[in-house]
């Protein structure tokens, strides 16, 4: 399994930025995705999760009601919707997949993408 995460850039706060990860080598539709960060010097941390039906999403308190989360399963790639961008969102985004239950620590995933950095102005 293979993921390969874009959309990152430098914005200005209130901005919005989409994320993409796309995954490839296995059945995409039976994977639970998350999205994780990681700031320069801390440690990383959830951001956002999707289970593999679409039906069921959880955020983090610090991304509740401005980042979305979504999949294509035509695509076989997720997206990370961030809107109303702050300086404290600046960080590496990773995406992730499990088969096996879902969650919002780093070790409750399988898979890794690379990572994209995501670089807030204020």
């Known amino acids: 399994v293979q993921l390969q995460a874009s959309g990152g850039g430098l914005v200005q706060a209130g901005d919005s930025l989409r994320l993409s990860c796309a995954v490839s080598g296995r059945t995409f539709s039976s994977y639970n995705m998350g999205w994780f960060r990681q700031a320069p010097g801390k440690e990383r941390e959830f951001v956002a999760a999707l289970s593999w039906s679409g039906g069921s999403t959880y955020y983090a308190d610090s991304v509740k009601g401005r980042f979305t989360i979504s999949k294509d399963n035509a695509k076989s790639t997720v997206y990370l919707q961030m809107n109303g961008l702050k300086p404290d969102d600046t960080a590496v985004y990773y995406c992730?997949?499990?088969?096996?239950?879902?969650?919002?620590?780093?070790?409750?995933?399988?898979?890794w993408g690379q990572g994209t950095l995501v670089t807030v102005s204020s």
């Open positions: 992730a997949a499990t088969e096996t239950g879902w969650g919002t620590r780093p070790i409750d995933y399988d898979y």
